[in-house]
T-cell receptor, first 115, second 115 residues
Framework: GAVVSQHPSWVICKSGTSVKIECRSL??????MFWYRQFPKQSLMLMAT?????????EQGVEKDKFLINHASLTLSTLTVTSAHPEDSSFYIC???????????FGNGTRLTVT | AQKITQTQPGMFVQEKEAVTLDCTYD???????LFWYKQPSSGEMIFLIY??????QNATEGRYSLNFQKARKSANLVISASQLGDSAMYFC????????????FGTGTRLTIIP
């Protein structure tokens, strides 16, 4: 079945640094990928839609200069958290859909801790 | 706007019993898709079952079935013969008409299976 790989699984960084998270579709091409954020014991909230070859579409309230998204190929989207702060600590998870009416497949997520 | 409501924050069920997780939704779209995902403590989102708004029969996938009542706008997940490995968070989600692939998630239900 379709597999989405996300890396790293967890990362700890100091406040003020930037962190890049990768999301890869391993056995299918994904023109669209989605980035979600999940705070502890809460639901997944869509942050942005990543479109291959064009600018990402951000949900209301999400700072596009803070969360940079690049979708340079049909199998890779990256999320960069710039100048991270402790309040950015969260679980970030990406998803992509294969052809047809298949469900969204999710990566395993990245747990970001900013100290 | 779409909205998913899961009214059961947590449930405890005896092993081997059946369990029903509630999900109601609100949408003005005629065509939509409903999903259930399982999230173990490790964080990954595991697709369980899908129901299209025009599907006449309730979806089934092994021990999982979806009790779809369109007029009531409910899409409850039924897990038969529960197992200890079923302990996890369960999220109901909705996708807008085909072509708009974003998922809107409910707040989730934490299911704990008691041996």
């Amino acid at each position: 079945g379709a597999v989405v790989s996300q890396h790293p699984s967890w990362v700890i960084c100091k406040s003020g640094t930037s962190v890049k998270i990768e999301c890869r579709s391993l056995d299918f091409q994904a023109t669209t990928m989605f980035w979600y954020r999940q705070f502890p014991k809460q639901s997944l909230m869509l942050m942005a839609t990543s479109n291959e070859g064009s600018k990402a579409t951000y949900e209301q309230g999400v700072e596009k200069d803070k969360f940079l998204i690049n979708h340079a190929s049909l199998t890779l989207s990256t999320l960069t958290v710039t100048s991270a702060h402790p309040e950015d600590s969260s679980f970030y998870i990406c998803s992509a859909r294969d052809i047809g009416n298949s469900p969204l497949h999710f990566g395993n997520g990245t747990r970001l801790t900013v100290t | 706007a779409q909205k998913i409501t899961q009214t059961q924050p947590g449930m405890f069920v005896q092993e081997k019993e059946a369990v029903t997780l509630d999900c109601t939704y609100d949408t003005s779209d005629q065509s939509y898709g409903l999903f259930w995902y399982k999230q173990p403590s490790s964080g990954e989102m595991i697709f369980l079952i899908y129901q299209g708004s025009y599907d006449e029969q309730n979806a089934t996938e092994g021990r999982y079935s979806l009790n779809f009542q369109k007029a009531r706008k409910s899409a409850n997940l039924v897990i038969s013969a529960s197992q200890l490995g079923d302990s996890a968070m369960y999220f109901c989600a909705m996708r807008a008409p085909f072509g708009n692939e974003k998922l809107t998630f409910g707040t989730g239900t934490r299911l704990t299976i008691i041996p």
